[in-house]
Nanobody, 129 residues
């Protein structure tokens, strides 16, 4: 059984930074694309960023230039470095994995298909002004 555990959320002032972690157990990330998603109260879940095994990274327009997704396969962990945080970034952040290319994951989520192989429980990020 694969488990994903997010950590690193918390309260931060606008303009500050946080680093979220997504740690996996039970199976490595070596064959998985890993994505970060977020959901604010009353809103649909939205894509934030994704990283493939060897086929690149992709960011939502709303976070380009501010967020960076990286992976440490030795630690079986994917990170989301969030800089220049805005109140609009307030949400529960989730990581998810899928055994597919990053291109396919992006195409699927853009079409409204958010089915993934595994989801974490989420970590809350609150950005105050």
């Amino acid at each position: 059984q694969v488990q994903l555990v997010e950590s690193g959320g918390g309260l931060v002032q606008a303009g500050g930074s946080l680093r979220l972690s997504c740690a996996a157990s039970g199976r490595t990330f070596s064959s998985y694309t890993v994505g970060w998603f977020r959901q604010a109260p009353g809103k649909e879940r939205e894509f934030v960023a994704a990283i493939g095994w060897s086929d690149g990274v992709y960011y939502a327009d709303s976070v380009k230039g501010r967020f960076t997704i990286v992976r440490d396969n030795a630690k079986n962990t994917v990170y989301l470095q969030m800089n220049s945080l805005k109140p609009e970034d307030t949400a529960v952040y989730y990581c998810a994995t899928a055994g597919q290319s990053i291109g396919l994951m992006i195409a699927r989520v853009r079409g409204g298909d958010y089915v993934m192989d595994y989801w974490g429980k989420g970590t809350l990020v609150t950005v105050s002004s």
